[in-house]
C-alpha cells in the first residue's frame, strides 16, 4: 500500500512560482495514475493535473495548462507540480491522489474518486 506525501506549498505573492512535490513511499509510482487536485475553502475538490506514470503521460487541466505543469523524477516515486505565474484564484489546499493507471483516462478530473491520497499542500497567494 502506497503512501503520499505532499511538500512544496508556501504563502506567495501573485505572479510567483511553486513546485509540489508528491513523494510514496511503501511503493512506486510505477504503472499508476498519480493527480493533482486542489480545494479552496467552500469550493469543490478539482482536479488540476494527472500524470500516467509508465507512459510518462502528463495531462493539465485547460484552465491551468498554461501555467502548470506536472512530471515524475526517473526513481519513480515523485511527482511533481510546478505552478507558474499563480494568481490569488489558485489560493488552495492542494492534495496528491494515486491510483491504478485507467485513472489517468479521458475526463479523469470528473473522477475524483481516487484510491490513496496524501494529507495535502497549502498554497496562498496573495495580490
Known amino acids: 500500500q502506497v503512501q503520499l506525501l505532499e511538500s512544496g506549498g508556501a504563502s506567495v505573492q501573485a505572479g510567483g512560482t511553486l513546485r509540489l512535490s508528491c513523494v510514496a513511499s511503501g511503493d512506486t509510482f510505477r504503472r499508476t495514475c498519480v493527480a493533482w487536485f486542489r480545494q479552496a475553502p467552500g469550493k469543490e475538490r478539482e482536479g488540476v493535473a494527472s500524470i500516467h506514470t509508465y507512459r510518462d503521460l502528463p495531462d493539465v487541466v485547460d484552465s491551468v495548462k498554461d501555467r502548470f505543469a506536472i512530471s515524475q523524477n526517473s526513481a519513480g516515486d515523485t511527482v511533481y507540480l510546478d505552478l507558474h505565474s499563480l494568481k490569488p484564484e489558485d489560493t488552495a489546499m492542494y492534495f496528491c491522489?494515486?491510483?491504478?493507471?485507467?485513472?489517468?483516462?479521458?475526463?479523469?478530473?470528473?473522477?475524483?474518486?481516487?484510491?490513496?491520497w496524501g494529507q495535502g499542500t497549502q498554497v496562498t497567494v496573495s495580490p
Open positions: 491522489a494515486a491510483d491504478a493507471a485507467f485513472k489517468c483516462g479521458s475526463g479523469w478530473w470528473t473522477r475524483p474518486n481516487f484510491t490513496f
